[in-house]
């Protein structure tokens, strides 16, 4: 595939997306596709899935594929531009994870 060719498949698949964003109105999406959510983090989909298998990232999965919630995403995003520093995205999957299982010991009771 030569470069340009190479352009104009990314260009379309971008304009894809965007048209079926608004084609769906102004409803924020509930779901990222690992795909999108690897653009919108800035990181190759390899780096999301590696991350999902050692279980550092949060998603949900439906058969063979993987989709990211989108509340997911925007709280990485939050916390990093409020923190102004690295955000841990396992840390932060471990602390929800060890939240859910004492709420499962203690039925919900502190």
Not at 7 to 18: A, E, I, N, P, T
Not at 98 to 108: I, L, V
Request: glycine share 4%; charged share 25%.
């Amino acid at each position: 595939m030569s470069a340009l060719s190479e352009k104009k498949s990314v260009l379309s698949k971008g304009l894809h997306l965007m048209s079926t964003s608004a084609v769906a109105g102004s409803n924020p999406p509930i779901f990222y596709t690992v795909a999108e959510a690897a653009r919108i983090l800035r990181v190759d989909v390899a780096t999301i899935y590696r991350a999902i298998r050692e279980d550092a990232f949060p998603a949900v999965r439906l058969r063979t594929r993987y989709v990211i919630p989108a509340r997911a995403v925007e709280e990485i995003v939050r916390q990093a531009s409020e923190s102004g520093s690295v955000v841990d995205v396992a840390r932060m999957t471990a602390e929800r994870r060890s939240a859910r299982e004492f709420e499962a010991k203690t039925g919900g009771a502190w």
